[in-house]
């Protein structure tokens, strides 16, 4: 009899951890279809930038005009690896001029959402609330979400970038060029790699903070692996994360970019559901 109860207990944790595990595998459910935004016309791109940089910025825009980009929305899913476990998320980026960024990214089990992750960055401060930690008022959170926003914005908020004079490139060769970005109290370096034929952005790294302070930066790459095109704008629509050597910690799949757009409310109220405008 005693033999039978364990074996119907092993035989019961089993199929638990076999359900968990299989749940975890179904992708997560694509959040609905935005409407709106806004045209607010365009601007020409700056001049005297680097030869590979201007290449990129003409690819990206198809000419030498950028829209006029206040705010954006950035939908999609995402496959992350978070403490050696593999998670389909579904997210929403909220990107606000001059560079405040809200991520909303809800983790699924069987498609449907379990966890939510939240971190924003808004006037100089970062807050990352994932479950189990909490972090505010940190120096290396708030350093890594700046630099965080200006990755991000490169990649599908370009305009942010190409229109704000505090953004610096320096040359280093035909297909690579450093971008110097404004912080709190110092400057943050990205090296930019373009690909040799279409003159698209390839990678992006730099040295940033994974863990609250005193942890040291590591390095910090994004690898574009496709692009597409939204209201006109040429931008990466599968991209993967790593640090340092490791194996990529994220997949990222946009569905969906919404340039200028309400996202004030979701900036201004940290937690809970995503809120309208």
């Known amino acids: 009899m005693l033999r039978k109860l364990i074996a119907g207990m092993i035989g019961g944790l089993v199929l638990l951890v076999g359900g968990l595990w299989l749940g975890l595998q179904v992708q997560a459910r694509s959040f609905e279809t935005v409407e709106g935004g806004r045209d607010l016309g365009t601007r020409p791109l700056p001049t005297g930038l ?14 030498d005009e950028l829209p006029v980009v206040e705010s954006a929305l950035l939908v999609g899913r995402a496959q992350l690896r978070f403490n050696g476990l593999g ?64 990755s991000e914005a490169l990649a599908w908020s370009p305009s942010f970038v190409f229109s704000d004079a505090r953004v610096r490139w320096e040359a ?31 990678e992006v790294s730099t040295e940033r903070y994974q863990d609250p302070t005193p942890a040291p930066r590591r390095r910090w790459t994004n690898h574009v692996l496709e692009w597409g095109t939204f209201n006109g704008v040429r931008v990466p629509v599968r ?27 979701r900036l201004h109220q940290f937690g809970g559901e995503y809120p309208e405008g």
């Open 50 to 63: 680097p030869a590979p940089v201007a290449r990129f910025a003409r690819a990206i825009f198809g000419g």
């Open 172 to 202: 280093i060769d035909d297909t690579s060029a450093r971008m110097i970005v404004p912080d709190a109290d110092t400057d943050e370096h990205f090296l930019v790699r373009f690909d040799t034929q279409t003159g698209l952005m390839t």
């Open 239 to 265: 991209a993967e994360t790593q640090w340092d050597d490791d194996p990529p910690w994220a997949l990222w799949h946009i569905e969906q970019v919404v340039y200028n757009l309400p996202v004030t409310n």
């Open 87 to 150: 998670l389909n998320t579904r997210f929403k980026f909220s990107h606000l001029a001059p560079n405040h960024y809200y991520h909303y990214i809800q983790a699924a089990w069987f498609g449907l959402p379990v966890a939510t992750i939240n971190e924003r960055y808004l006037d100089g401060q970062g807050i990352m609330d994932i479950p189990g930690l909490h972090v505010e008022n940190d120096l290396n959170i708030s350093h890594a979400a700046n630099q965080g926003f200006w």
